[in-house]
């Protein structure tokens, strides 16, 4: 074999001191900068774009552990029928899972704000806050979310660093694991909230000077993982922009029942938080039909179908679910199973209302709080 000449050797030592001086220097400046963030600061831009995992990795992973990442789980409610026996679900499926391998979900809280206790106070974990006073919320119910979480934040002992902020109309149906980084928030995005398409409104919450309209994430506040310190920043600012928006005829027109979501959105974007976008945060039957490697089934929809399985959207079918039909009481036990092919992600949603009610003792919401 050929040996390589004296100088040559010379050169290629020389050449490998420089790329190793460079690769040094190179990983200790972007630790400089990423490390120089707080928990409570976001990094900028460029530094977001260079995310390397060898440089600002995990403590946690840094150190070999397993330590895992636990997060509280919050939903608001108030005391009505309808919100009571959906957390009774949400709740029962929540504790099945939590101890199950690749969670981590920690304590949970229903944050309840009718300002009284009701008559699930000792069966799912919950604090009492206090709603919007009267007409306060301009016949919008949804501005009591935000009011919830900034009592609740202000009272609560939470021992977590981060937190989900979820509804009760959530069925979770795996693990769930902390989806989000330490700086950045994990959301699902929702296809109905358009920044871009409503810069014209959204620009008197939150102006040019202040970046693009495509900081303003299209999300809601829920499904959301999030800090807990940066939650605690943003929430009173999300509920005097969510009042500020209802305040506004052509927001208040525009924006309908989502305001809110929109009210979150822009909040996050004024404290200069923006989220990962996770679709297989949840899923929403009628319309997806497949749970993948989706977390939470989302039962907002009403799913109707005739006996063929053909989805009627619109019509009432032969076989239905909707949770709006058990607005003054809960939904019976051992529902109907919808006929021979319909979805598979509506199919899990009666099996898991299902057993959630032959599991959960006393069930019955037809008494009085």
């Known amino acids: 074999m050929r040996r390589m000449s004296y100088p040559f050797m010379i050169i290629v030592a020389l050449a490998l001191c420089i790329a190793t001086y460079n690769t040094a220097s190179m990983v200790a400046t972007y630790r400089a900068k990423a490390d120089s963030y707080s928990d409570d600061d976001s990094p900028d831009e460029d530094s977001a774009r260079f995310f390397d995992p060898l440089i600002k990795m995990p403590e946690h992973i840094r150190q070999g552990t397993k330590k895992k990442r636990l997060f509280h789980t919050a939903v608001t409610a108030n005391d009505s029928p309808y919100n009571r026996w959906q957390c009774r679900i949400m709740y029962y499926h929540y504790k099945k899972l939590r101890e199950m391998p690749g969670s981590e979900m920690g304590g949970f809280t229903r944050v309840l704000h009718s ?57 979770l149906v795996k693990p769930l694991p902390n989806l989000a980084t ?27 000077e202040l970046g693009p309209i495509s900081n303003i994430d299209p999300i809601g506040n829920s499904p959301v993982i999030i800090k807990k310190s940066q939650l605690m920043k943003i929430a009173p600012t999300w509920q005097n922009i969510s009042i500020a928006m209802k305040d506004d005829e052509e927001a208040d027109k525009k924006f309908g029942w989502v305001l809110e979501m929109y009210g979150y959105a822009t909040a996050s974007a004024l404290h200069g938080v923006q989220h990962i976008l996770r679709k ?52 019976p036990r051992n529902l109907p199973m919808p006929p021979p092919g319909v979805p598979e992600s509506v199919v899990t949603l009666v099996k898991a209302v299902n057993e959630a009610t032959a599991n959960i003792p ?3 919401e037809s008494v009085s709080p």
Request: hydrophobic residues 35%.
């Open 280 to 331: 297989d945060f949840m899923l929403q039957p009628p319309w997806d039909t497949q749970i993948g490697d989706n977390y939470i089934i989302h039962y907002t929809y009403g799913c109707d179908y005739n006996m063929k399985g053909e989805l009627t959207y619109g019509k009432i079918g032969e076989w239905r679910f909707d949770k709006r039909s058990y607005t003054q009481s809960a939904p």
């Open 182 to 208: 330490e700086h950045l928030p994990a959301a699902f995005p929702f296809f109905y909230i358009e920044p871009q398409n409503n810069e014209d409104v959204l620009r008197k919450f939150f102006p040019k």
């Open 362 to 364: 006393n069930w019955d």
């Open 115 to 171: 300002g009284v206790p009701d008559s699930v106070m000792d069966e799912i974990p919950t604090v009492v806050v206090n709603p919007l006073p009267a007409g306060e919320d301009r016949g919008y119910v949804v501005l009591n979310r935000p009011w919830a979480f900034v009592q609740w934040l202000e009272i609560a002992d939470i021992e977590e660093d981060y937190i989900f902020m979820a509804e009760p109309d959530h069925i």
